[in-house]
């Protein structure tokens, strides 16, 4: 069992609880399930396969709950990915994470968002001119950086 059919039976048992509060707003548990089966049957309809990697990189908002159980419910391996990072060192993630698909915001006022700026830089890449960004200062390289000691 993993979490995804953990939250469906939890449904089942509660539907109209609230699952999230969002300011004025409360999503029940129905349909937050009901939106993460929509994801589900999205990413299947793009050729998501049972392990295969798919990149979460939206805001805590209440969005991100659906796409991530939709993950799980299309038997995906979720690649959480810390919207605080720069588009170079979410670029590598994803290339190095060899997600099939990224789930992310469209766009931004700053712009184009780093969701658009992936798909471009993974078109590049795929034509042989791609390289791995360069280490941002003050940021590790999460690839080869040992863990912090605590």
Known sequence: MNLAL??????LRNPQKTAIFWGESKITYEKVLEQARTVASQLLAKGVKPGDRVCVYLKNRPEYMPAFLGVLFAQGVVVPINNFLKPDEIL??????GAKVLIGEASSAEGPSAHSQCVHRRRVRRRGAYQTPPRSEGRRDFATSPPRSR
Do not use: C, G, H, P
């Open 6 to 11: 953990a939250f469906e039976k939890s449904v």
């Open 92 to 97: 590598y993630l994803v290339d190095d994470s």
